[in-house]
């Protein structure tokens, strides 16, 4: 089976961000920025509560993605 180099490509180039972060965690994705600002800087917040559930998902959804990807090349 000929494999497509573009689509393939494309899910190999998939990232997770801000937004879906701030989805998982159910605040605003300035939030999560704010708390992503180094200690000390002006506007700085605490990460949202369970941001550390929400990151797991969201981390657990990407090796499920890469390895049904490294299936799909196999």
Request: aromatic residues 6%.
């Amino acid at each position: 089976m000929a494999k497509d180099f573009r689509a393939i490509t494309e899910a190999l180039f998939s990232r997770v961000g801000v937004e879906d972060l701030a989805a998982e965690a159910g605040c605003s994705a300035q939030t999560v920025k704010q708390a992503r600002l180094e200690p000390g800087k002006l506007g700085r917040r605490s990460p949202p509560p369970g941001w550390e559930v929400a990151a797991k998902k969201l981390a657990e959804r990407q090796a499920v993605h890469f390895r049904r990807l490294a299936e799909k090349l196999a």
